[in-house]
């Protein structure tokens, strides 16, 4: 047997072992909770219908998608915009702007819980959809692993545009952007990825159902144990579904993208 074959073989295994949880909780997804219970698999889909019918799942699966959505393309537009800052032009207190924003990936995101929430209850956005995106838009490390990428492109490029009259915009729009389009998508799951799976923060500043989130929704789900004394695994793991797939969607369109950034952004 070839070693291709081998390792072809293994890769397959290991995929699949890491694939295992996420097909599993597929699979308890259609089951009716009785025949869980029995070991005697019923295939249905009436957990997907109770999950956004009864427990609103379709609302909180919108609310993510507009608040990971919304925090995802503003936090690429400043990262983008301080990156370029940072790697092209030397400006006072430049270096010492870096070094903070860099200090920032130092300091434990429970510790800004505070003051975060004493800020938003001052101006009154508790509650609200800015309350959830305004702490979240900004993003640190986006704008260092973008920073690095972008020293790796040659100056030469720049100089070239701006010898044909274009402005600092039009370079980072027309060159910059389109050659770091890698980084910038693999920054972009990133962010997306992080902000859907957060917990704390919208715990913390939402009260009001409309507002909910797929992850305080699916807590919600659990804590309110939808079974008659056993808990409806089938159905949690429904609604555990409903939260996986957006995120293995958005890592299969940008997959290929994901892995080229990462890679030359560690290099350069």
Same mark, same amino acid.
């Given at each position: 047997?070839? %070693?291709?074959?081998?390792?072809?073989?293994?890769?397959?295994?290991?995929?699949?072992?890491?694939?295992?949880?996420?097909?599993?909780?597929? !699979?308890?997804?259609?089951?009716?909770?009785?025949?869980?219970?029995? #070991?005697? %698999?019923?295939?249905?889909?009436?957990?997907?219908?109770?999950?956004?019918?009864?427990?609103?799942? *379709?609302? =909180?699966?919108?609310?993510?998608?507009?608040?990971?959505?919304?925090?995802?393309? #503003?936090?690429?537009?400043?990262?983008?915009?301080?990156? +370029?800052?940072?790697?092209?032009?030397?400006?006072?207190?430049?270096?010492? *702007? +870096?070094?903070?924003?860099? /200090?920032?990936?130092?300091? %434990?995101?429970?510790?800004?819980?505070?003051?975060? =929430? *004493?800020?938003? /209850?001052?101006?009154?956005?508790?509650?609200?959809? &800015?309350?959830?995106?305004?702490?979240?838009?900004?993003? #640190?490390?986006?704008? +260092?692993?973008?920073?690095? =990428?972008?020293?790796?492109?040659?100056?030469?490029?720049? @100089?070239?545009?701006?010898?044909?009259?274009?402005? %600092?915009?039009?370079?980072? !729009?027309?060159?910059?952007?389109?050659? /770091?389009?890698? /980084?910038?998508?693999?920054?972009?799951?990133?962010? +997306?990825?992080?902000?859907?799976?957060?917990?704390? !923060?919208?715990?913390?500043?939402?009260?009001?159902?409309?507002?909910?989130? *797929?992850?305080?929704?699916?807590?919600?789900?659990?804590? @309110?144990?939808?079974?008659?004394?056993?808990?409806? !695994?089938?159905?949690?793991?429904?609604?555990?579904?409903?939260?996986?797939?957006?995120?293995?969607?958005?890592?299969?369109?940008? @997959?290929?993208?994901?892995?080229?950034?990462?890679?030359?952004? &560690?290099?350069?």
């Amino acid at each position: 047997m070839k %070693p291709e074959t081998l390792w072809t073989g293994a890769a397959l295994v290991a995929g699949l072992l890491f694939l295992s949880p996420v097909l599993y909780t597929i !699979w308890m997804s259609v089951l009716t909770v009785d025949s869980y219970y029995a #070991g005697d %698999p019923v295939l249905t889909l009436d957990n997907y219908r109770t999950a956004f019918g009864q427990y609103d799942f *379709l609302r =909180y699966l919108l609310n993510s998608l507009l608040v990971s959505g919304v925090v995802t393309l #503003g936090g690429l537009a400043l990262a983008v915009m301080a990156a +370029f800052a940072f790697a092209r032009f030397d400006f006072p207190g430049g270096d010492f *702007l +870096f070094a903070a924003v860099v /200090a920032t990936l130092m300091i %434990p995101g429970h510790i800004t819980l505070i003051p975060n =929430y *004493l800020t938003l /209850a001052r101006v009154g956005l508790l509650d609200t959809y &800015a309350g959830l995106i305004l702490p979240a838009i900004s993003n #640190g490390f986006a704008a +260092f692993f973008l920073r690095q =990428y972008i020293r790796g492109i040659p100056r030469a490029l720049d @100089e070239a545009a701006y010898m044909d009259g274009a402005t %600092p915009l039009q370079v980072l !729009w027309r060159v910059i952007v389109p050659l /770091a389009r890698p /980084a910038i998508l693999s920054m972009g799951l990133y962010i +997306f990825i992080t902000e859907w799976n957060n917990y704390i !923060w919208p715990l913390v500043a939402i009260s009001d159902s409309d507002l909910y989130t *797929l992850q305080i929704g699916l807590a919600k789900l659990y804590r @309110e144990n939808p079974g008659e004394d056993v808990i409806n !695994w089938p159905l949690v793991m429904a609604a555990s579904t409903i939260t996986i797939l957006p995120i293995l969607i958005g890592f299969l369109a940008v @997959e290929r993208h994901l892995v080229r950034g990462i890679t030359m952004g &560690a290099v350069k």
